[in-house]
């Protein structure tokens, strides 16, 4: 069987040498040899094992009959739309690891792949190598899935961590996880929270099977988050992630994607450097988790060739996995969930009986920072916790607490 990567970077390359070293595993699983015919960059490589299956234009692998199923590893939204739709609309299955693609075109890609008798799948979109879609799409389809929390976004866990474990300011960090390879030059998907906010959408999808709009999940980064907050965290046992979440609220799913305060007893707690972690309630099952390398040539390659597989095995009957249907979900309301927030105040602009009026609920911590004072608000609510904290000056900081 013949198969066509399109976009020869990190994880394309990945995905070549997955099948060719795994190749005898490969054949055993799918029942055939899986051949790469085709790879579609703009670039050469000359010093590649693969460099003679080089193609610049993708009529060659549309107009080839022999080529049954196409990797889409390009990554963006154009050209990588309009070639997968190309592909699907030819007959030819797609597997594709490109979040913004699924987030923004799932459905649409969906249902060409369905009028063409072909497949469509998305594993490596959300997770990298951590097998979450095939898990919520057959393995829980059993259970009514209460709440799904993950960190999702390998770049602000990384920073996070360095800044926790070095004292390492914002910037520094960014320009660290810059250089490995970690945050792209341009990082405002990550470190603002979108990327976070296109994979929940995506989960959120699966298990409700509507569409979920990421545009209408309210998003904060971490450009915000300072050494300071990192040390406060540090001393009431706490660690700050940037956590994707999606929680059953009236026949629904409110969705958030923000920085959190989490204890040391919560399973995200002990999530470090680039790695991911979903933790997905079920009503049946209870609590569970799912860890490992979110990102990577190798990891989200091998979850792309495992789609490969599933593909392969069947090519002629395709089973249309990861689909929902292009109705929108309405989505209840995030801002009327309660929540318990961690306050940084100058008290140069304000004094603790002035915070303990405004939040008489509140729970002061030690100050570990010269004019400054440090509390736990009560639960409450988007619009009035923002009135009161609106009444009180000085306000340097505000941070949701996971419970």
Known sequence: ???????????????AKVLTENHKLVKKNVGEELDIKYILDLRDFPEDPHRDKIVNDIDAIINDPEVR???????GLHPAFEFVKRCLEAGKSVTTSNKALVADYGVELQ??????????????????????????????TA??????????????????????????????????????????????ADIEGF????????????????????????VEGITGISVRDIGYAKKMNMAIKLIANATRENGSYS??????????????????????????????????MYYGSGAGSIPTASAV?????????????????????????????????????FVRADTTKTTKNEAENMFPDAE????IYDNEISFITGKYQDEEILNRLNRLKGVIQKIRIKE
């Open 1 to 15: 069987m013949k198969i066509a990567i399109m976009g020869y970077g990190t994880i394309g390359s990945g995905v």
């Open 69 to 75: 199923i196409v990797v889409e590893t390009m990554g």
């Open 111 to 140: 249902e060409i792949a369905r009028k063409n008798h072909a497949g469509f799948m998305c594993e490596a979109s959300v997770g990298g190598g951590i097998p979450i879609l095939r898990v919520l799409d057959t393995c829980l």
């Open 143 to 188: 259970d009514l899935i209460e709440e799904i929390s993950g960190i999702v976004n390998g770049t602000t866990n990384y920073m996070l961590t360095e800044m926790e474990k070095n004292g390492t300011d914002f910037e520094t960090v960014l320009k660290d996880a810059q250089n490995k390879g970690y945050a792209e030059k341009d990082p405002t």
């Open 195 to 218: 990327d976070a906010a296109r994979k929940i959408a995506i989960l959120t999808s699966i298990v409700s099977h509507h569409n979920v709009d990421f545009n209408e999940i309210p």
């Open 255 to 288: 969705l958030r994607v923000a920085p959190y305060m989490i204890k040391n007893d919560n399973p995200l707690y002990s999530v470090n450097g680039a790695f991911n972690a979903i933790f997905v309630k079920g009503n049946m099952l209870g609590d569970s």
């Open 305 to 341: 060739c495992a789609d490969i597989i599933a593909l392969a095995k069947k090519i002629d009957e395709p089973e249309y996995e990861f689909y929902w249907d292009s109705n929108n979900l309405k989505l209840a309301d995030p801002g009327k969930t309660k929540c318990r927030f």
């Open 364 to 367: 002061f911590r030690e100050s």
